[in-house]
C-alpha cells in the first residue's frame, strides 16, 4: 500500500510561483509512476505532469508545458510540482497519484493506483 500526503498549496497572484510537495510512504517498486492531476471547479480531472521512478522519463499536460516542472527526490521519497507563471486557470484541487509497479508512457493519464487527499491552489488575477 502506498500513502501519499500533499503539501503546500496556497493562494498566489497571476505569475507567481508555488512548489507542491507529496510525501511518498509505504513500498514502491523500483519502477513506478508518479504524478500530479488537478481539478477545477466544475470541471473534469486534468493531468498535470507524470516521472517515471526507474526512469526518471517526464511527461506533461499541454497547458503546463513550459511552466511547471515535476521531480523527484528519491533519498526523501517526495515528489515535487515547481509551478510558474501561474494564471488563474491554474486554479484547482491539485492530487499526488501514483501507480506501483508501473511505468508512465502512454498510461499516466489513466491508470494511476493510489491517489492523496488533494491540496488547494488559488491563482488570483
Known amino acids: 500500500q502506498v500513502q501519499l500526503v500533499e503539501s503546500g498549496g496556497d493562494s498566489v497572484q497571476a505569475g507567481g510561483s508555488l512548489r507542491l510537495s507529496c510525501a511518498v510512504s509505504?513500498?514502491?517498486?523500483?519502477?513506478?509512476?508518479t504524478g500530479w492531476f488537478r481539478q477545477a471547479p466544475g470541471k473534469g480531472r486534468e493531468g498535470v505532469a507524470a516521472?517515471?521512478?526507474?526512469?526518471?522519463?517526464?511527461y506533461y499536460g499541454d497547458s503546463v508545458k513550459g511552466r511547471f516542472t515535476i521531480s523527484h527526490d528519491n533519498a526523501e521519497n517526495t515528489l515535487y510540482l515547481q509551478m510558474n507563471s501561474l494564471k488563474p486557470e491554474d486554479t484547482g484541487m491539485y492530487y499526488c497519484?501514483?501507480?506501483?509497479?508501473?511505468?508512465?508512457?502512454?498510461?499516466?493519464?489513466?491508470?494511476?493506483?493510489?491517489w492523496g487527499k488533494g491540496i488547494l491552489v488559488t491563482v488570483s488575477s
Open positions: 497519484a501514483a501507480k506501483s509497479p508501473g511505468v508512465c508512457a502512454g498510461t499516466w493519464l489513466y491508470a494511476m493506483e493510489y
Open positions: 516521472i517515471s521512478i526507474g526512469g526518471a522519463s517526464t
Open positions: 509505504g513500498y514502491m517498486y523500483r519502477t513506478a509512476c
